[in-house]
């Protein structure tokens, strides 16, 4: 059972626009969600977070909204640049260490 | 600089052998994990000790043992090496447990058994 879903496998945008990128879960006991950049061959690497007690948290170019009420999260990040290409990860979890991670999304930005 | 490390980058092993990946961090961080990332490119928690302690053990064979001679090493040992295990393993670590406490990841290991 998949509780955390990345449904776009990859997702492309020009250079200085927006990209979006969603991330839908189905546990309703999830508290604390992020979001993890993985470029090839290096380990993921954490980006931005957001509690369940937040709408939205902003960082830089990079802003996670949640809505609780549809189970969806998504990332924006404006503008785009062509070192914002690679595969990002959102993760939950319900108050402990343990994180559970969606697939991943392939985002290629084109310059 | 390394902050989490891992040896070897890759491997490529027959069946049946027994294999062993390291992992070390430099944070001083309290909680170490293994994470599995499969062919469909789940990233699952395997194993998560805290000061050396085991805390977690998530549904992984018994043919995998975890061994953290101290608080910045946590190294997975494999026995008997089946064509399934054939992954992308990552070591992480984090300060503290608990959700807020972010993890780093170390660069990964890509076993292939052949």
């Known amino acids: 059972d998949q509780q955390v879903k990345q449904n776009s496998p990859s997702l492309s945008v020009q250079e200085g626009r927006i990209s979006i990128l969603n991330c839908d879960y189905t546990?309703?006991?999830?508290?604390?969600f992020l979001w993890y950049k993985k470029y090839p061959a290096e380990g993921p690497t954490f980006l931005i977070s957001?509690?369940?007690?937040?709408d939205k948290n902003e960082d830089g170019r990079f802003t996670v909204f949640l809505n609780k009420s549809a189970k969806h999260l998504s990332l924006h990040i404006v503008p785009s640049q062509p070192g914002d290409s690679a595969v990002y990860f959102c993760?939950?979890?319900?108050?402990?260490?343990?994180?559970?991670f969606g697939t991943g999304t392939r985002l290629k930005v084109l310059a | 600089d390394t902050a989490v490390s891992q040896t070897p980058k890759y491997l490529v092993t027959q069946m049946g052998n027994d294999k062993s990946i390291k992992c070390e961090q430099n944070?001083?961080?309290?909680?170490m994990y293994w994470y599995k990332q499969d062919s469909k490119k789940f990233l699952k928690i395997m194993f998560s000790y805290n000061n050396k302690e085991l805390i977690i053990n998530e549904t992984v064979p018994n043919r995998f043992s975890p061994k953290s001679p101290d608080k910045a090493h946590l190294n997975l040992h494999i026995n008997s090496l089946e064509l399934g295990d054939s992954a992308v393993y990552f070591c992480?670590?984090?300060?503290?447990?608990?959700?807020?406490?972010?993890?780093?990841f170390g660069p990964g290991t890509r076993l292939t058994v052949l």
């Open positions: 944070l001083g961080h309290d909680t």
């Open positions: 993760a939950a979890t319900s108050g402990t260490y343990k994180y559970i």
């Open positions: 546990n309703s006991m999830f508290d604390y």
């Open positions: 992480a670590s984090s300060q503290v447990m608990g959700a807020e406490n972010e993890q780093f």
């Open positions: 957001i509690s369940s007690i937040k």
